[in-house]
């Protein structure tokens, strides 16, 4: 499964993005999808998560500020952040888990938030 990350951007503190990951393939099966976010220089931080029921899981630090859906049609996991904050700076990546717990990874989307 490949993936495409996009949608990062800079953007002043109480703005919107959407960020949005198209996969290679269906995703209708894919259990569970979800967006990562690192920094340099610390551990990369979970931030959302989708499955294949459309259950959702957010990070404490986004929850309330953030939406992930799924399109299963155009094979994309979206994450809008509302309310964006500098401590929303960070590479965004999303992330495909299989039923086999066979994991692949996007290539990442920069987020810039300035205040």
């Known amino acids: 499964v490949q993936l495409q990350a996009s949608g990062g951007g800079s953007v002043q503190a109480g703005g919107s993005l959407r960020l949005s990951c198209v996969a290679s393939?269906?995703?209708?099966?894919?259990?569970?999808m979800r967006w990562y976010r690192e920094v340099p220089g610390k551990p990369r931080e979970w931030v959302a998560r989708?499955?294949?029921?459309?259950?959702?899981y957010y990070a404490d630090s986004v929850k309330g500020r953030c939406t992930i859906s799924r399109d299963n049609a155009q094979n994309t996991v979206n994450l809008l952040i509302d309310s964006l904050k500098p401590e929303d700076t960070a590479v965004y990546y999303c992330?495909?888990?299989?039923?086999?717990?066979?994991?692949?990874w996007g290539q990442g989307t920069l987020v810039t938030v300035s205040s």
């Open positions: 393939t269906s995703i209708d099966t894919i259990p569970h």
């Open positions: 989708i499955t294949s029921s459309y259950r959702l």
């Open positions: 992330n495909a888990e299989l039923e086999s717990g066979t994991n692949f």
